[in-house]
């Protein structure tokens, strides 16, 4: 069945760089996601990336995907205070299929 | 556009009363959602509605029922509300077949006591 781990917390310094991790387990999964909750908000989409895509870079955000380890990776370069947040993993196996969330992973930045 | 949107924001029920939580999208999505969010579980999905007219059982469904009112409007209902059920209740859309993933809304706090 799907299944999808995160690392719990990670927490660095402002200025550096963040690399949050995520393994999944259905290999047929077309769709991989990156969603960001703030405190006491709802989950607001980063980013996505198919299944036959490598790297997607969006300004400070890179998502780095390795199919044959079915892992995914969101680095956020520079990382800033107000990058603290819960941020989730999500698969999907089509677009007629239901999202399958990891638990989150909680970014602390220190000034 | 505001996208989904949910009410009430926060609401505390005694145990045993019955409450419905309403949730509402502009974006001509087909699909609805309703998850729960608790502390250390992430998200669990409640009930989804892939097309008007249409409901199915999620991964905890117990407790709860839901209704596709229309294309906008999808809502979820504790008949007899237990303190198992203190949450925070998230509702989502999409469009069949599009790859966007969901959009949110901004939860409800609900507190049984």
């Known amino acids: 069945g799907e299944d999808v781990e995160q690392s719990l917390f990670l927490s660095v310094r402002e200025g550096d760089s963040s690399v949050i991790n995520c393994t999944y387990t259905?290999?047929?999964?077309?769709?991989l996601y990156w969603y960001k909750q703030e405190p006491g908000a709802g989950l607001q989409l980063l980013t996505y990336i198919f299944s036959n895509m490598d790297m997607k870079q969006d300004q400070r955000l890179t998502v780095l995907l390795n199919k044959k380890d079915k892992h995914l990776s969101l680095r956020i370069a520079d990382t800033q205070t107000g990058d603290s947040a819960i941020y989730f993993c999500?698969?999907?196996?089509?677009?007629?299929?239901?999202?399958?969330f990891g638990k989150g992973t909680m970014l602390l930045v220190s000034p | 556009n505001a996208g989904v949107t949910q009410t009430p924001k926060f609401q505390v029920l005694k145990t045993g009363q019955s409450m419905t939580l309403q949730c509402a999208q502009d974006m001509n999505h087909n699909s609805m959602y309703w998850y729960r969010q608790d502390p250390g579980m992430g998200l669990r999905l409640i009930y989804y509605?892939?097309?008007?007219?249409?409901?199915d059982k999620g991964e905890v469904p117990n407790g709860y029922n839901v209704s596709r009112l229309n294309k906008r409007e999808f809502s979820l209902r504790l008949e007899s509300a237990a303190p198992s059920q203190t949450s925070v209740y998230f509702c989502?859309?999409?469009?069949?077949?599009?790859?966007?993933?969901?959009?949110f809304g901004s939860g409800t706090r609900l507190t049984v006591v």
């Open positions: 989502a859309s999409t469009r069949v077949g599009g790859f966007e993933g969901y959009t």
């Open positions: 259905d290999s047929s999964s077309t769709y």
């Open positions: 999500a698969e999907s196996l089509s677009g007629y299929s239901t999202l399958t």
């Open positions: 509605s892939a097309s008007e007219g249409t409901t």
